[in-house]
């Protein structure tokens, strides 16, 4: 059945002895008190999900089974003559929760190239819709078209055991990472390339053969895809999307419809969307000011009238974050080495000097550092991609990684169907003035 599903199933067997131990021996432990403020707003820092992937430091930022951006960037295998690090080892990271070889990296691109083949039905799904649809809807309905080849579907219609969910969510999970570039490619090349497509060419990587449909030849963007695939992929199980695939997945829905689902909430304008947000603010700032390389002081008066019209500068706050976020550095660095002289890379480096100590002196904000979304946007319009609304597909692309890696684990632990208990406003007024109790059903 493949060696590392073989893997996967060694992992998950051992996993479940340990968590089945954990809560047995220790499932009445209170891990925190949830407040009246969290469930109102959000349920932010309520600790409710498990997830195996990555885990999110206030401080620190994201690490994948321990490993940082830094670090991911320095240890996980690259492409021949590149320096990126392979998309596929942080997937096999994810999934196994060990470093991958440079021979497990080869035989994920090797299965991901031979899954790769898109049925006509999901492109004829595509090509229903008007041109002038937004890419991210396009995106999830070619998902949903897809979902006819769900294997997991077919096992469950014709009755399997519950203990070999897992498998055909594997099985899932891996033909679908492997065939979203070429639905997304081909949502690129429809929408914006006149409907001139480009083949897949097996020979390459997963985010290199992605570039290649998409158009681009230039080695820099297909590092950059390595890159910018890598740092997306996942962000812990609490954001919308990772959140929404776990509980779509929960119900038992396939890998199709539980993706699909989570692309839905990273098309929010809250999650995903933000990355098309900054360039676009970022634009029409150089546009108000005339064009050209605006000063540190234009900047930061545009930044003040943003703020004084009740608006707030896209890319800059975290959920979670407290501090700047690695994956701004890692692109950041990448700039630095790649193309330091860009102007609009300039502007994003001059807003980073400028935003954070007017936003740390409002007092209100607890989180004034950039985030993932606020560099994204201008590398790629330095290598040629200026449609903006296309950019959370990309975002989309490289989450698969992770939240697929994830709806494995949740499968091969068992978990639950996802349920939490809700009340009325009523109830909350009546639990305050001592009429209720919390474990009041």
């Known amino acids: ?94 999934l196994i929760g060990e470093l991958p070889s440079e021979a497990d990296v080869q035989y994920l691109s090797s299965m991901w190239g031979r899954r790769s083949h898109v049925p006509n039905h999901v492109f004829d799904a595509i090509e229903a819709l008007p041109i002038t649809t937004h890419p991210m809807t396009m995106f999830t309905v070619g998902i949903m078209a897809l979902q006819t080849e769900s294997a997991f579907a077919k096992a469950y219609a014709e009755g399997i055991n519950k203990k070999d969910y897992w498998s055909y969510m594997y099985e899932d999970t891996m033909n679908l990472i492997a065939r979203l570039p070429r639905i997304a490619a081909y949502i690129y090349r429809r929408k914006y390339k006149g409907g001139q497509h480009i083949q897949p060419n097996g020979m390459l990587d997963w985010a290199g053969n992605f570039a290649h449909m998409l158009g681009y030849s230039d080695e820099g963007f297909k590092e950059l895809m390595r890159l910018y695939m890598v740092i997306h992929a996942d962000h812990e199980g609490g954001n919308v999307s990772a959140h929404t695939t776990h509980l779509v997945g929960s119900a038992l829905s396939d890998a199709y419809l539980s993706f699909a689902a989570g692309m839905n909430g990273l098309a929010g304008p809250l999650h995903g969307l933000a990355n098309q947000e900054v360039i676009k603010w970022i634009l029409a700032m150089r546009e108000e000011l005339g064009g050209g390389m605006p000063t540190k002081e234009q900047i930061e008066a545009y930044v003040r009238k943003t703020l004084s019209e009740g608006k707030v500068v896209p890319g800059y706050g975290h959920a979670v974050l407290r501090k700047t976020d690695p994956r701004f550095t890692a692109q950041m660095e990448f700039a630095k080495k790649h193309l330091p002289n860009d102007e609009l890379v300039k502007i994003v480096w001059t807003v980073y000097e400028t935003v954070p100590p007017i936003l740390q002196d409002l007092g209100k904000v607890k989180n004034p550092w950039p985030n993932v979304d606020a560099h994204s946007g201008a590398l790629l319009v330095h290598y040629g991609m200026v449609e903006y609304e296309f950019y959370t597909v990309l ?26 208990k809700s009340v009325t406003t009523e109830w909350m007024k009546q639990f305050v003035e001592g009429k209720v109790t919390a474990d009041a059903e």
């Open 1 to 94: 059945m493949g060696y590392i599903k073989e893997k996967f199933k060694v992992k998950a067997d051992d996993l479940n002895v340990e968590v089945k131990d954990l809560v047995k021996n220790h499932g009445t432990k209170k891990i925190e008190d949830v407040t009246l403020a969290q469930v109102y707003q959000g349920m932010r820092g309520i600790t409710g999900i498990v997830t195996e992937t990555s885990l999110l430091d206030a401080n620190e930022g994201i690490r994948f089974r321990g490993y940082s951006i830094p670090e991911l960037r320095e240890h996980l295998p690259k492409a021949p003559g590149g320096a990126e690090p392979l998309p596929e080892g942080l997937f096999y990271l994810m």
């Open 395 to 420: 975002f989309g692309v490289s989450r698969a990684l992770g939240v697929l890696a994830s709806l494995c684990w949740d499968r091969g632990l068992g978990l639950s169907l996802e349920r939490p």
